[in-house]
């Protein structure tokens, strides 16, 4: 099959076409670097020409409130539209477990949208809703800092490797079309504040943590399960201790 990866040279994007080449497909990264844009439309129809399938992994450059918002809708918009004329047989969309329940945060108000489009869309679909991924637990810690310290929730968080979210929509995009949601998560749950300091503590981030569950999550306040799976979810094989091993074995191997 030809399989077009919107966002195809991001973190997730890469792994999917290294996937979807491994099982013997023509896979294709498409993002503006490549001179494919789904905002703009520019190469979008060419890019398409002839695809069973479209990825879509891509994600905002900004997260600004309204720019997310116009970024997905946007591109979410352009693509469905570039589907139909291609005749394309399914569109797979990554998106983020508990979107609608955590109204607060425009980026998951974004992704609340996007959802719709493609659901009210003619072209046939599965929608992956993954957790948190391990690899952004720094970038929580940088976006909860304050002067006494990052300040963490204690929320519930089942996060997971980028690698099984991967992997995960490789799945789906060689299967058939669901016309629905599957939701995907790490083998293990705990507070966001753990694994946070977890993965500070491996990098070697001294900094004082502040937790609670009125802390927030992004900007927003989440409760204790806003950010787990709340039914059946396929759960990803790679455990955090053994990420956090990998991952700072290889920094201090680079050193």
Not at 218 to 231: D, W
């Amino acid at each position: 099959m030809k399989i077009v990866v919107i966002g195809g040279t991001g973190l997730i994007g890469k792994q999917v076409v290294a996937g979807l080449r491994k099982r013997g497909h023509e896979a294709t990264p498409a993002s503006p670097s490549l001179g494919i844009n789904a905002v703009t439309n520019e190469g979008l129809a060419e890019a398409l020409t002839g695809a069973d399938v479209v990825v879509d992994v891509s994600n905002s450059p900004s997260f600004e409130e309204k720019a997310v918002l116009q970024f997905f809708e946007s591109s979410t918009r352009n693509l469905i539209a570039a589907e139909q004329a291609a005749k394309v047989a399914h569109h797979v969309a990554l998106s983020i477990v508990g979107t609608e329940r955590i109204p607060g945060n425009g980026y998951f108000r974004a992704k609340v949208a996007q959802e719709a489009l493609i659901k009210a869309g003619t072209v046939p679909y599965t929608i992956v809703r993954a957790t948190q991924f391990y690899e952004f637990m720094g970038g929580i810690a940088d976006t909860g800092a304050q002067a006494d310290g990052v300040h963490l929730s204690t929320g519930n968080m089942q996060a997971i490797a980028a690698e099984d979210v991967a992997a995960a929509i490789v799945n789906a995009a060689l299967a058939a079309p669901i016309n629905g949601t599957i939701e995907i998560a790490g083998p293990e749950k705990a507070p966001l504040a753990e694994f946070v300091i977890r993965y500070m503590q491996a990098s070697g981030d001294a900094r004082n943590t502040v937790t609670g569950p009125d802390e927030l999550y992004f900007g927003a306040p989440i409760e204790t399960e806003s950010l787990t799976p709340h039914g059946q979810a396929y759960l990803g094989a790679t455990r955090y201790g053994d990420w956090l091993s990998r991952r700072f074995m290889k920094q201090e191997a680079a050193i």
